[in-house]
């Protein structure tokens, strides 16, 4: 599967080498010097990236022990499958459960082994560089916000070929991300939780694709802006990167699609009498997109039973028009409509089209389940890609409008470009250092988690026991970690299973071996009917959505969210009692427990650990003790 990833990016490099050779004398071409202002706006845009790990870093000092600060939750669940690629595992793999496709033991399809591309483009370095995971998301808050900003200032640049304004253009679209999408302060102020800042930056996913969405859209202008020679150059380049996009990131790839429908659509109507020579570009993408969705269908027809249950799929008809991403867009298209009647811009000019569609985008993509009747997590869209769409719309039609009508050359107030790229950045530094005590306290906690997770792979190597475990019905030695934040990130640092962690409704497991390993962790961390009953009914309780499921505890998961009443609390509350009264030594035997993790606060009750299992002395590392555990004769 690497080959495949290689060889696409290859071909796509290739295809836009071959036509920018052919395309000299297009006007769209910049200059090496025009590039400085992306540049600075590159640097701008990393420095605000870098504040959560040179915080970290300060913090931290001689005591760090190599974690990444996290943008999001979710990047410790991409980390510990890039380690397992790094460590040498197959494309199917689960880092949690520990288990591998081989020929005794086939794995379905995941959601991580189907979006490959950007997993393997940070293993395969990685690998080769010698470095972890962990390492490598570092490197990424680096890259991705100077490749990033690069490609929307390419973008802005060919279709207002103002270097300036796509450079300030690049810094606003990327500081107002979160703003764009409700996030960041906006969020905290309306709901109280889940602060998010440059959404973008969650690694890997859609941080390292973010940029080819961009560069997709950038080529697919070049295909419709050069000569017929050059055109069929850049589309193929177009497909290629949008077929890249594909097995990166659904959210990324559905709206690039989406827009792409936006754009021909508009291009259309605009040149009815043009149709044959621009028809060549838009079918040479979309026959390469679907040469690629023949293999994606292949891959999701072998997906997991449990990929549909934890992605939330819902099934619903309902309209959504009221997103943060649609109100900007509604703006910029009727904008563009009074300057259309006022005879202010020329609706047909190809930058036009261009901005329109950027405004457009939106609509399609939150309200595609009017026809196909399914809406899958709109969120991601709206923190993720839409907000930036939408962004770049406006900044485009913007220029337009100022420039007046054809194009004509009014003297641009680059003084005004400033002081927005000066207020946007001011606005991304207050979004970023606001949290900072939240940020110290979670640098503090992953740090030292990442300690005693680097000590328990150093102790399963010296000790042999991957060895003995690997031909048991747990593949890897497993683990019982009390803390289950520490269970997210342990498999970043230590290439062990998990008896059980926040994540395991969303893999591949047995029927039923979601609840016993749920209803065992409650179990052996000493979790009785009253606090089981005070947890059940927390906002955002970790519990409740092992329980229910995340949807029905984080409201953004769904669109039709189902608040959780008291008599199905009263009813796993019930079930939970039933299933510890009748816990027996054949249940202790199915998942034998190799260590355990525990704060050392003391706060846990293991006396139904020590009824199964015998512990050694334990060993303190940092804020944990770490115990290796036998089951009793």
């Not at 690069?150 to 279709?159: E, P, Q, S």
């Not at 028809?279 to 023949?294: N, P, R, Y």
Request: hydrophobic share 50%.
């Amino acid at each position: 599967m690497p080959v495949y990833v290689i060889s696409g990016i290859a071909l796509t490099f290739l295809a836009a080498w071959l036509c920018r050779r052919g395309d000299q004398r297009s006007m769209n071409s910049l200059k090496t010097k025009e590039w400085k202002f992306a540049v600075w706006g590159a640097v701008a845009v990393t420095l605000l990236s870098l504040y959560p790990q040179l915080l970290m870093w300060g913090v931290r000092g001689r005591e760090w022990n190599g974690a990444y600060a996290e943008f999001h939750g979710d990047e410790w669940v991409y980390s510990s499958y890039v380690q397992a690629l790094i460590d040498g595992r197959p494309r199917r793999n689960d880092p949690y459960t520990g288990r591998d496709d081989l020929p005794h033991r086939p794995q379905p399809e995941s959601l991580f082994s189907i979006q490959f591309v950007p997993a393997y483009l940070i293993a395969l370095p990685a690998r080769f560089l010698g470095i972890s995971s962990s390492t490598a998301f570092i490197a990424l808050a680096f890259l991705v916000p100077i490749f990033g900003s690069l490609a929307i200032f390419w973008l802005i640049a060919n279709l207002t070929r103002d270097h300036r304004l796509a450079a300030a253009g690049s810094v606003m679209v990327l500081s107002f991300g979160a703003l764009a999408a409700g996030g960041g302060i906006i969020h905290v102020i309306s709901s109280g939780f889940q602060y998010t800042f440059l959404p973008f930056l969650r690694r890997f996913d859609p941080a390292l694709p973010f940029p080819l969405f961009f560069v997709f859209c950038t080529f697919t202008w070049k295909s419709l802006s050069t000569d017929r020679q050059a055109a069929f150059g850049w589309a193929v380049a177009a497909g290629l990167t949008l077929d890249m996009l594909i097995f990166s990131y659904f959210f990324l790839w559905t709206s690039a699609l989406a827009w792409l429908v936006c754009l021909a659509f508009l291009w259309f109507v605009a040149h009815p009498r043009q149709l044959w020579r621009f028809a060549g570009s838009f079918g040479t993408i979309v026959l390469l997109v679907f040469v690629a969705l023949v293999p994606y269908g292949i891959l999701l027809t072998r997906r997991s039973l449990t990929m549909d249950s934890g992605q939330k799929l819902t099934v619903s008809h309902a309209p959504d028009f009221y997103r943060i991403p649609e109100l900007i867009g509604f703006a910029v298209i009727a904008v563009m409509i009074w300057s259309v009647v006022r005879g202010r811009i020329n609706w047909r000019a190809p930058e036009s089209l261009f901005a329109a569609s950027f405004a457009l985008a939106p609509f399609v993509v939150f309200n595609q389940q009017v026809i196909t009747g399914y809406s899958l997590q709109p969120f991601h869209y709206e923190s993720f890609i839409a907000n930036y769409v939408a962004l770049v719309g406006a900044a485009i039609a913007g220029v337009i409008l100022w420039r007046g009508p054809e194009g004509e050359k009014r003297p641009i107030r680059y003084r005004v470009a400033a002081r927005l790229v000066f207020i946007a950045i001011w606005w991304a530094v207050i979004e970023i250092t606001a949290p900072t005590k939240v940020l110290i306290r979670e640098s503090q906690f992953t740090d030292r988690a990442a300690a005693v997770c680097m000590r328990l792979r150093q102790l399963s190597n010296a000790n042999g026991s991957f060895a003995k475990t690997s031909a048991g019905p747990d593949p890897r030695p497993l683990v019982l970690a009390g803390d289950n934040k520490l269970s997210l990130i342990l498999p970043t640092f230590a290439p062990l299973a998990l008896l059980w962690a926040p994540n395991f409704d969303f893999l591949n497991l047995e029927p039923g071996e979601s609840r016993e390993r749920f209803h065992k962790y409650l179990y052996y961390t000493g979790t009785d009917s009253n606090l089981y009953i005070k947890e059940l009914g927390q906002p955002m309780s970790v519990l409740a959505a092992a329980a229910f499921g995340h949807e029905r505890v984080i409201p953004d998961l769904s669109v039709r969210p189902k608040v959780i009443t008291s008599d199905e609390i009263a009813r796993e509350v019930e079930s939970y009692e039933a299933y510890v009264a009748s816990f027996t030594r054949e249940r202790a035997s199915q998942h034998i427990l190799s260590y355990l993790i525990v704060p050392v606060d003391g706060a846990l009750d293991l006396s139904n650990v020590d009824r199964w299992y015998q512990r050694d002395q334990g060993e303190q590392v940092g804020n944990y003790t770490l115990y290796r555990v036998q089951l009793r004769p």
